[in-house]
């Protein structure tokens, strides 16, 4: 195996399109070095991004969105008190994600490449909104975070392309996120569900929302039903109800040993109700 | 597969080593630098006996590699207590009979150490969620808690 330090994004997507093998980039490695020791994917090249510049920051613009660098792990997120009253949702998605010591080392981007319909981090992104800047031998484009995988361990990066960068819009007033799973324990575990819900509100009224599902389905996904299903209501029972039908019905589980099929479809609905109840609750000033 | 020359900082000493870059870093402390006190449970991230400190973070040194610490400081259990006088988490967890076989003991004590020096006053609920990370096959947990929270109270007097 060569590892490799590179100290630009360029480089990194130069020695990508170059390599012959198998190659991975190394943020964290909380996923990278398991999958090595299990002898599921031992890498010809490894390409560490933590040297290039930047990747370790967390920048807020002008106008109000967020500039997210690819090394930043999980624990530095919550350390953000900013990030953490604009973005709660999407930040207790990535807290999720293991142990204090994964903490220290786990990345947004790491999570979202990584592939798992099950990521923790990402459903929170996609109700977010957020997406990635893409740097490749071509030069670099931008994707919305729904559109990066595209099944279990795959994504929509080509040879030579990876992330340099994650773009959270600005939250503007009167509007809330929530992520919320479901697992067997409390801590270290993998979601049987996961949902996230983010919403902005006029007075008592939804305006906006987007409602994203975790492991239910090949990836995580962006179900524009549910969403309509609160727009323009006030979250009422009958909307909560709209909303359940809607996330179970795009959910298009496999049964496992975590949870059947049913059970999941089941579930995905009544966590789509609690989370959009928190995210809503957020809107209005609820600092839980 | 040319080896990677790595220079780190571990416990305050400079330390060098000749790493392959598969080697996790704790492969390189126990194998290359000789300090076998950070200890191997699952090498996958699950059971934290391979807890280390590196640059002041928490982190299993399995899912660190060796080449990864290059001009970064590691901190280990063997640098917690200062010659023959152990850090107050060692003896608490000795009165409070906080370990049996041991094998978790290191890295639950520098877990426990990284919390208590961010968050010298933890509730009962912050230590468990903080060692959620460390598993113990032998104590059932409970002791391990009352010994932080013990050596938490005792730093507190002394600070
Ligand atoms: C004990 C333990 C518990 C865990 N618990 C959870 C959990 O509860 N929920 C959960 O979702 N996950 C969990 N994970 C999985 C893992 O920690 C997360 O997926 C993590 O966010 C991965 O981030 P990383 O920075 O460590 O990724 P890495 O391991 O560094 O990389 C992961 C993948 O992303 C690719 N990649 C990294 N950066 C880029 C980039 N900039 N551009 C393109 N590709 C890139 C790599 O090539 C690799 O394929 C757990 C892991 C462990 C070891
Ligand atoms: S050996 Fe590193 S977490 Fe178990
Ligand atoms: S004392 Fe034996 S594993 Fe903890």
């Known amino acids: ?288 | 597969m040319s080896k990677h020359h790595v220079t780190t900082t571990v416990n305050g000493d400079a330390v060098e080593f000749l790493a392959d870059p598969r080697e996790t870093l704790l492969d390189c402390l126990r194998d290359h630098v000789g300090l076998t006190g950070t200890k191997e449970g699952c090498g996958t991230g699950d059971c934290g006996a391979c807890s280390v400190e590196l640059d002041g973070t928490l982190v299993c040194s399995c899912l660190v590699l060796g080449v990864e610490a290059n001009g970064k400081t590691v901190n280990t259990i063997e640098g917690m207590a200062s010659g023959d006088a152990l850090h107050p988490l060692q003896r608490k967890f000795i009165e409070h009979a906080a370990l049996q076989c041991g094998f978790c003991t290191p890295g639950i004590l520098v877990a426990a150490k990284a919390l208590l020096d961010k968050n010298p006053d933890p509730t009962e609920e912050e230590v468990r969620y903080w060692l959620a990370g460390n598993l113990c096959r032998c104590t059932g947990y409970d002791k391990i808690i009352r010994a932080v929270m013990d050596a938490a109270a005792e730093l507190r007097e002394a600070a």
């Open chain 1, 1 to 288: 195996m060569n590892y490799h330090l590179a100290t630009s994004f360029e480089e990194a997507a130069r020695i990508a399109a170059n390599a012959g093998g198998t190659t991975r980039f190394l943020a964290g490695g909380t996923d990278v070095l398991v999958q090595m020791r299990a002898g599921m994917v031992l890498p010809d090249d490894l390409i560490d991004l933590k040297a290039i510049p930047g990747t370790d920051a967390m920048t807020q613009l002008a106008d109000g969105s967020w500039q997210i660098g690819v090394a930043v792990p999980g624990a530095r997120l919550g350390a953000n008190a900013d990030l953490c009253r604009d973005w709660p949702g999407v930040v207790e998605g990535m807290e999720l994600v293991g142990s204090t010591q994964v903490q220290g080392r786990a990345t947004l981007t790491g999570n979202l490449c990584n592939g798992s319909p099950a990521a923790d981090s990402v459903p929170g992104l996609v109700a977010a909104g957020a997406t990635v800047v893409i740097t490749g031998p071509e030069g670099s484009r931008e994707l919305p975070v729904e559109e990066v995988p595209t099944g279990p361990g795959k994504t929509a990066l080509n040879k030579g392309e990876l992330i340099s960068e994650i773009r959270l819009p600005a939250r503007g007033d009167n509007a809330g996120d929530a992520y919320l799973r479901f697992t067997p324990r409390t801590e270290m575990d993998i979601a049987v569900v996961g949902c996230a819900v983010s919403l902005r509100l006029d007075g008592d009224k939804i305006v906006e929302a987007r409602v994203s599902l975790g492991a239910v389905a090949p990836t995580v996904l962006l179900v524009a039903e549910a969403a309509d299903a609160i727009i323009g209501t006030t979250l009422d029972d009958a909307a909560l109800d709209a909303l359940a039908a809607a996330a179970s019905k795009a959910a298009k589980p496999i049964s496992d040993k975590r949870g059947s099929a049913e059970y999941r479809i089941e579930i995905a609905g009544v966590l789509a109700k609690r989370a959009a109840k928190i995210a809503y609750g957020r809107a209005k000033g609820d600092n839980k």
